[in-house]
């Protein structure tokens, strides 16, 4: 099952040492934001990308949050 969302978070990571915030929030020009979020976290679930402590803060300090679990 092919899903667009993960390749685009792969192809960037790819691309780079890790994947800045900020180039995960310009996939969300070419996919949903909720969509890019959730796959996001599926991601992190899972080992295959992570957060900085930057990046955590910055998440708390903005207020969002995983999704629920069991959302799809």
């Known amino acids: 099952m092919e899903n667009p969302i993960r390749e685009a978070i792969l192809e960037a990571l790819k691309s780079s040492e890790g994947m800045e915030i900020g ?6 020009k070419q996919f949903s934001p909720g969509d ?3 796959e996001a976290w599926r991601m992190i679930d ?3 990308l ?5 990046e955590r803060l910055l998440r708390l300090k903005n207020g969002s949050s995983r999704p629920a679990s069991g959302a799809a």
């Open 36 to 38: 890019v979020r959730a």
């Open 23 to 28: 180039e995960l929030l310009a996939l969300t």
């Open 50 to 54: 992570e957060l900085t402590s930057e």
């Open 46 to 48: 899972q080992g295959e």
